[in-house]
Each structure stands twice: as structure tokens, then as C-alpha cells.
């Protein structure tokens, strides 16, 4: 018999923060104080500081020297950069992994991209890119390189933060129809083809991402 684990303070602090950050609750730029999510969560400012922390390696949340903290700004740069380093990741694990996969991990790839088109509909954006998360997660898990998964997840909460600030466009057919195809050429048994959707996935979203405009970070908000 198996269950989960309850989360720890910190655990859940983090996980709450990370989730206001990504869907945009707590906005870019946004100043983050200790005592006032302590007592908005109910928690004591330990834990919360050690949240902090935790988002601040994962590029969420900025320190400066003064020790101000406030969640990192999101410019046009910054997001294609970002992009950029997602996709050699990504596209390194999923074309590391596709050999491996079996029909098992077919069926979870189903599983994922219907929870994904499920929630869009639905407008549940959390639930959606957890989804598509977990879609390029199982074929990257297959390569056998956690390394690579590990580096993968410092860089996908920032992804989806992107993702979140582009919901008013069309973007999301981008990952939906790509993941679509990219299951599709799995399941014919077309591995290099699925490499290759996959890939474009990226490039798509990248041209995308560059007609659009973000909040100029030196313009008062």
C-alpha cells in the first residue's frame, strides 16, 4: 500500500509561492515580505525564508543587495533566452529517452496530453501545465539521466511562467497540436519524426514569443 507523504512547511510554502509566482497571482516585480506571506499562509517566517531562498536558485524570485526580494521580472530577452536553454534540455532528454519508450509509457503520454487539453478548456491553467510538464517529463525520464532531469526542473517553473503571461493568445495550440503529433509519430514508431515535432514545438513557440511584448522593467509600474 502506498501514500503520499505529507508536505513539510516549507514544502508547502514553496509550493504555494512557486504557484502565485507562474500563474502570474503575484505579478513580476512584485516586492516579497517575510512577515506579511507568514501571516496571509499562517505560518511562522522560517519557512517561508527558506522558501525564498529555494525560488531565488530557481530564478523566481530576485535578492538584491540590500536584500529587497521581489519576483523576477519577465522581459521579451529574458523569455527567449529562457526558451533557448529549455529546448537543449528538453530536446537533449526527449531525444535521449525516445529509444526507451514502451507502451507503457505510451499510454501515461495519453493520460498527460488529455489532462492537458482537458484542463485548457477548462481554463485551469495550473493543472494544464503540470500536464504538459509531465508530457516531455515521462519521455525524459526514460533516458535513465535524472542529472538531466534535475536541470530540467530548475528551468521549467520559469518556462511556465512565460506560458502563464501568454494565456490572452493562441500560443497553448503551439504545445497542444505539437504534442499531438509528437504521439502520434511515437505510436507509428517513428522516433526520429517525433525527435524532430518535438523539437519545432520550441522554435514555434520561440517565433511566437518574439511578436509579443512584455512589461519593460525600468518603466514605473
Not at 20 to 49: F, M
Not at 193 to 202: H, L, N, P, T, W
Request: glycine share 6%; net charge negative; with cysteine.
Amino acid at each position: 500500500m502506498s501514500f503520499a507523504l505529507p508536505l513539510t512547511r516549507k514544502e508547502a510554502v514553496l509550493r504555494r509561492l512557486r504557484e502565485e509566482i507562474i500563474t502570474g497571482l503575484l505579478k513580476p516585480g512584485a516586492l516579497i515580505k517575510d512577515a506579511e506571506i507568514a501571516a496571509r499562509l499562517g505560518v511562522s517566517i522560517t519557512p517561508v525564508r527558506e522558501a525564498i531562498t529555494q525560488l531565488a536558485a530557481e530564478g523566481l524570485i530576485d535578492i538584491s543587495p540590500n536584500r529587497t526580494r521581489q519576483v523576477t521580472q519577465v522581459t521579451q530577452k529574458s523569455a527567449l533566452e529562457l526558451i533557448d536553454v529549455m529546448m537543449v534540455l528538453a530536446c537533449a532528454g526527449f531525444e535521449w529517452g525516445v529509444d526507451n519508450i514502451t507502451g507503457e509509457h505510451l499510454a501515461t503520454l495519453h493520460v498527460k496530453l488529455d489532462e492537458f487539453a482537458d484542463n485548457l478548456r477548462r481554463g485551469n491553467l495550473t493543472a494544464a501545465t503540470a500536464a504538459g510538464a509531465d508530457f516531455s517529463t515521462v519521455v525524459i525520464m526514460a533516458s535513465g539521466n535524472r542529472e538531466l532531469q534535475t536541470h530540467v526542473d530548475l528551468v521549467v517553473a520559469r518556462t511556465l511562467r512565460v506560458l502563464a503571461l501568454t494565456t490572452e493568445s493562441d500560443v497553448w495550440t503551439v504545445w497542444l497540436d505539437g504534442y499531438r503529433q509528437t504521439l502520434e509519430l511515437l505510436e507509428r514508431g517513428d522516433r526520429a519524426g517525433a525527435v524532430e515535432r518535438y523539437r519545432q514545438i520550441y522554435h514555434d513557440y520561440r517565433r511566437r514569443v518574439e511578436t509579443m511584448l512584455f512589461d519593460d522593467p525600468g518603466e514605473p509600474r
